[in-house]
Each structure stands twice: as C-alpha cells, then as structure tokens.
C-alpha cells in the first residue's frame, strides 16, 4: 500500500471513531445528565404565588452553528407572562416571546444584519408574520441540590408544541426573583428544517446548520 493511500485509511478510521462517538447519544437537545423522575414533579396549586415577569430586563438568547465554520447568535425579547412559584420553584404560569423581536448580535454590518433578521423571520425558519408569538408553558418541577431545579415545559413555536426540560438557577432577591438557565434544542422538533442536516444532497458544509440551538434565558419576576 502507498503513502497516500495509508493515510487515507488512517483519516477515514479517526472520522469514523469521531462519528460513532457523535452519534453515541442522539438526543443532544436533553440534559447531559438525565434528571426526568428523579424526585417529585411540583406543579401548581392554591398555595402558589403569582409573579409577573418583567418585559425590561428578561430576554432569551440563542445561538446556531453551522456543520462547518462559524454560526450566529442573537436575541429574543419577552412580551410578557405570569409565573407560578411553589416552594422556590417555578410551578405554573406562562412566558410569552415576540418572535418578531428576533435579532442577530455577531453581524457587525448593519446591510448583512439586517438581512439574516429578515430570513429568520421568512418562511424558511420562524415565518413570524404568520407565528409572531412563541410560548414557554411552565407544567411543573423538579427541586435539585441548592438553588438549581428542572423545569418541565411545552414550548410552542410555529404552532407546534413540544414538552422539553429546562435546567434552571432560582435566585430569590428582595422584591423580585431571577431565573437563569440554558439548554440545546433540536429545532426539526419544530418543523425547521431548512439546511438541516442531511436534508439536502450535496449541500456544502458551511451551508449546512446544525439541528441543536444552544437557547439560553434570563427570566426577572416581580412580585
């Protein structure tokens, strides 16, 4: 066998490890650590108390890859929502994001920014004039060690509803209460397909976007 010929075998043996380990667990958009079941669910009831979030200082934050090269990031703003608070845990209530509020943060160029906003918004991903509004609907929680619970949600986009679990931070403050966290989601959940993976034949790497979206929220409650 020829020099060239070796290290071909050998870079195709280290991409087929690197793929078998990637594929090893699936389901990327979940916690690392499975946390479903472990305690009780803590849902809502007559003792739970009301807050109200505050649409100034509450945002959700997002962040695509591409299979090759950079990705992008940016923002969402929250029009409004109650939540249900039970024994420090968010138990109940909803937040609403305006999905027409949906920004770019790493495209300097104001031309090149404006026109991944207005493909965002486009039928190809969030086509918001049709869905201008996406909801997180709180079902319930796990307490977990210290300040950190999970939460069980169903979060609608484009219609679709899917229940996911958010890993959270609760902070108790004087007057108000901050909920932190983040998590990955598979956005074909959703039915957002476009440049997915293997969705197009022959579609070159830097075009391509991968399926998980790093989606990272922070949430203030005011009494």
């Given amino acids: 066998m020829g020099r060239t010929q070796t290290r071909n075998v050998i870079f195709g043996a280290l991409f087929a490890l690197v793929f078998l380990f990637a594929c090893k667990n699936p ?16 849902t809502s009831d007559a003792q739970s108390k009301e807050y109200t979030v505050d649409t100034s200082a509450s945002m959700l934050y997002w962040k695509a890859y591409k299979l090759m090269g950079s990705g992008h990031d940016g923002g969402l703003r929250c029009n409004g929502g ?19 509020s949906i920004s770019v943060m790493d495209i300097e160029d ?31 929680a796990y307490k977990k060690e210290g300040k950190k619970a999970l939460v069980k949600v169903s979060l609608e986009i484009k219609g679709s509803a899917r229940e996911i679990e958010l890993p959270v931070t609760v902070v108790w403050n004087q007057g108000f209460v901050d909920i932190s966290g983040e998590t990955k989601i598979n956005r074909k959940d959703w039915g957002i397909n476009y440049h997915s993976e293997g969705s197009v034949a022959g579609l070159a790497k830097d075009k391509i976007i991968k399926d998980d979206i790093d989606v990272r929220w922070q949430l203030k409650l005011l009494e």
């Avoid at 024994?87 to 937040?95: A, F, I, N, R, T």
């Avoid at 906003?117 to 997180?136: I, N, R």
């Fill in 27 to 42: 389901n990327t958009h979940k916690p690392d650590v499975e946390l479903v079941g472990a305690g009780t669910l803590v």
């Fill in 110 to 140: 104001s031309e090149k920014n404006a026109n991944l906003v207005s493909h965002l918004k486009d039928a190809d991903f969030f086509e918001t004039g049709k869905y201008p509004l996406a909801t997180l609907k709180i079902l319930g």
């Fill in 82 to 100: 109650k939540i249900l608070m039970k024994d420090s845990l968010p138990v109940g209530g909803e937040v609403i994001m305006n999905m027409e």
